[in-house]
Structures are given as structure tokens and as C-alpha cells.
């Protein structure tokens, strides 16, 4: 399996997989998150022009598709009910989505670790109908931190991953 940046050539596939996570977190028990659509197709684009969306791919195939950057999130200036483990320079993970065939050979833990060894300091948040990506992050070494607001007021628990 290999990560890499994704390509504009490559939207139909992206889409294809986030149309599918959104499929399972209903399925699963979240009926709320990722609503409308969302990751909309403008929002795809920009992320491979700012270089920061992601591929897992093997043998040619897609598997998963994640945002990650390094830098400042401004969402989680804020977190309630808890704390963030330090106030250090910090990596972030949003958006990640494993394809339906992948869901079972450890390709979050590929995301993860892959962001991971890249800033030492990561930091990412769920739905709190989120369970599957919860239990996901726990058994990958993140600790629960408490809770931050997105942009539109909808709450998120915030997970941070430190060295």
C-alpha cells in the first residue's frame, strides 16, 4: 500500500469512497454526520489544490482518501470538557474514508501512522455517533480530549496523539 497526494483525475474515485463512508456511518448508527453530501466537490478540488488530500492506493486501487495538514485548526482553538495534551505545533487528520473493500486490513492505522510520523503531534475529532472511528482512534493511541465546536456550532470530541 502506498499514500500518496491525489490528483483531479482521480474525483470520481474520491467521491465514490466518501459516497460509500457516508453509506456506512448511516448504517452504522450516525445518521447526522456528513449530511448533505458532504465532502462536497468544491471542497475536494480545493483540497488537492492546496495539496493537503491524500490516496491510499494499492495495486492501482484506491482504499482510503484523507485530508492532512500541518498547521493551525481553527476549530481547536477552544475544547471543552477537557484539554489538549500540550499547546505544541501540531499535524491534523479531517475527512478520512476507507473504501467499503478495505474496511479490516488496517488502512486507518496506515492514514494515521503516516500523518503521524510526519509532525509527532496529531490531532483529529469525531462525531459522537462516530463509534466505529472512535473505538479506531483509542486502539491507534490517540486519547480523547474533550469537545470543540465546528465552524456551524455542531460538536465534535476532539483526540489528540502525541510522542
Not at 497526494?5 to 474520491?14: C, D, H, K
Not at 466505529?132 to 496523539?161: D, S, T, V, W
Amino acid at each position: 500500500m502506498e499514500i500518496r497526494l491525489a490528483s483531479f483525475a482521480e474525483l470520481e474515485e474520491i467521491d465514490s469512497i466518501y459516497s460509500e463512508a457516508r453509506s456506512f456511518m448511516r448504517a452504522a448508527g450516525n445518521p447526522t454526520q456528513w449530511k448533505d453530501g458532504y465532502p462536497c466537490q468544491e471542497l475536494i478540488r480545493s483540497d488537492i489544490e492546496n495539496r493537503q488530500l491524500y490516496v491510499v492506493e494499492d495495486c492501482g486501487e484506491l482504499m482510503a482518501v484523507f485530508v492532512y495538514f500541518f498547521g493551525e485548526d481553527r476549530t481547536y482553538k477552544k475544547i471543552y470538557d477537557g484539554a489538549w495534551k500540550n499547546d505544541e505545533p501540531y499535524g491534523v487528520i479531517h475527512r478520512i474514508a476507507v473504501s467499503e473493500k478495505s474496511h479490516g486490513k488496517g488502512v486507518s492505522r496506515l492514514c494515521f501512522d503516516f500523518a503521524y510520523e510526519k509532525c509527532g503531534n496529531l490531532k483529529i475529532d469525531t462525531h459522537r455517533d462516530n463509534i466505529p472511528m472512535q473505538r479506531a482512534l483509542l486502539k491507534c493511541g490517540f486519547a480523547k480530549c474533550g469537545i470543540i465546536y465546528l465552524e456551524n456550532g455542531e460538536e465534535r470530541i476532539a483526540y489528540q496523539r502525541i510522542d
